[in-house]
């Protein structure tokens, strides 16, 4: 079978190359080599694994679903784990060689609390049980098995490095949903949970830390933003100017306003907007966290970090754009209520 050199220049500036048989998963080759690349779902559903075609040709296997826009894919973004070289490639990687080499790893950790913080959403804390141990970058997201369902649900911790063994994360509760079930009527203090983890390419990019941040956050997705944001603040140095625009439907949805208060008292570079699509009263920005951003908001090296539904990041990304933004800089994570 034909054979095609593929490459792959990883942000710290490695470059690694294989020979990839035409027809074969391009994410399936480098991993059997022994390439880091940053995966997951391994079926196009989770934009892990999403690279920059640099040179050549390479396209999504035909009937392979993917979660990539059409203009993302015009502009050369391709998804590894459904693509295939069809001449000798390359691709630019946004992370360094080092972060996919981390493993997930399986660990059981004991409930701490359960605390509803908003209309539909609650506050898990867990605590991970002696001689378990796992770590992750702000941003990423791990699967906890949910007892007695048999399912798994993915959560990226609110919480940082420096909180461990403690893990907070926000679940949304969803009528009927296997975790919503589960914690609204079984779960206990003391109860043990598995988990594994870390996942995912949607983590603070340490090199960009000094650049001006803008946070853009929809319901739960706002999580992985407060960890990036405390991992910043817990960061010795100046801190970079930080925008974050969070919003929820109606105002009892919200949930975190103390939390991110405190944050814009420790850092006052931090400037906060919380919006609601309805019923905005004062203080409140009526409308979406897209819709808070306006023109001043970004400057060219700007770095922006999203984390919602689909509709809000796709609406941020346009926004970002229209205002400035390298398209290089913007992060993104779907958020999918799962039931
Ligand atoms: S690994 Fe999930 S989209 Fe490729």
Known sequence: MKEHQVTFNFADGVSRSLAVAEGTS?????LAAEIPLLHQCRSGSCSSCVAQLAGGEANTRPGASSTLLASEYANGQRLLCVCQAQSDCSFDLAYGSEVGAGVAVQVNAFIDSVERIA???VRLTLELADGDWLEFRPGQFMQI???GFGVLRSYSPASTLASLPKLEFLVRLLPGGAMSSFLEEQA???QVLSLSGPYGAFF?????????HIFVA????LAPILSMIDSLRQVSGRKPPMLLSFGCAVPEALFCL???ELRKQWLPTLEARICVDREASAGLHPGSPVSALREGDVSTDSVAYLCGPQPMIDAAT???IELGIDPANIFAEQFVPSH
């Open 26 to 30: 391009i994410l399936d080759a480098a």
């Open 145 to 147: 098995e949910v007892p």
């Open 218 to 221: 929809g319901g739960t997705g």
């Open 258 to 260: 103390d939390e991110i």
């Open 318 to 320: 346009r926004r970002l």
């Open 188 to 190: 206990q203090p003391d």
């Open 204 to 212: 603070l990019r340490e090199e960009k830390r000094r650049a001006p």
């Open 119 to 121: 209309s539909n959403v």
